[in-house]
Structure formats: C-alpha cells, structure tokens
C-alpha cells in the first residue's frame, strides 16, 4: 500500500487464500482506527471477498499513525482469520494560489482571494487562511467547499 495523505481518497486491496492456495470467497470486517486513542476513523462489516480479492476505500482525515484491522469471522469452514496492520498517513502538500499582487497605498482596501488545493487537485475544505504582513495578523478566513478564500 503506498503511504496515503490526508483528504486523498486510498483504496486498499488485498487478497485471502486458505492454506491449500485457494481463493476465499466471502465478507471481510474491515477497520482503520487512530493507533493512539483507538478512534475509529473506518468500520465496514460487508467488504466481499470474491475469488479471494477485497477492496475499499478510504479517504484519511488525520496526519498520524493508524491500524487496520481485518477479521473473517469463524464459520462452518474456517477458524476465524485476524490480519492488523498499522500504516501512516502523511499531511497532504497544499497549493496556494492567488490573483495577482497589485501595488496599492498604505490605506487602500485590498482584496486577497485564492483558492487553495491539495497534491492531487483536490478542493481543500475548511482550512484556516491567516493572512499577515511585517508579522501582523491581518485577517484569519476560511476555505469553502470548493477550497476558495476572500
């Protein structure tokens, strides 16, 4: 699994053979947890496994260290299967863009407007904007939904 970011969308494969080398057909219990505090950021009871392939996906909402829990469920055929698998989620990179700086007086009104992506040209909801110049706080905004500040 390659290392994920915060706010991109990740699918996680795997596969699930019995000890014979055959392919497992059935519901894996899939879940990501906050490996600190034990928060579930995921929980699924019905991820299918068909001919012993699985995939979900997951968009992370937190930089830190997380565990992934798997479990097959014991059943008339198999003892109970338990996988855990801890991984990182890396902070997302961000790209700021703005129009165009134009000089202005020292108490002209100035607009600043941009709008702010991730790596992967996503929209970057809700972040907090502080705008400041000379080390002064001038304003503090927030993104809207299409990653866009004023």
Avoid: W
């Amino acid at each position: 699994m390659e290392t994920p970011c915060v706010g991109s969308p990740t699918t996680i494969r795997g596969q699930v053979i019995d000890e014979n080398n055959i392919k497992y057909n059935g519901i894996l219990n899939v879940k990501i947890l906050d490996k600190e505090n034990g928060e579930i950021f995921y929980a699924n009871d019905t991820v299918v496994i068909d001919n012993g392939e699985f995939s979900f996906n997951f968009t992370p909402k937190k930089a830190l260290n997380h565990n992934l829990s798997l479990l097959i469920e014991e059943n008339s055929y198999f003892t109970e299967s338990y996988k855990n698998i801890e991984f990182n989620v890396e902070k997302a990179k961000l790209i700021l863009n703005f129009e165009e700086v134009y000089e202005s007086l020292v108490q002209d009104n100035v607009s600043i407007y941009g709008n702010l992506i991730d790596q992967n040209n996503n929209p970057m909801e809700n972040i907090p904007i502080t705008i400041q110049t000379d080390n002064e706080i001038i304003a503090t905004v927030t993104t809207d939904i299409g990653g866009n500040f004023n």
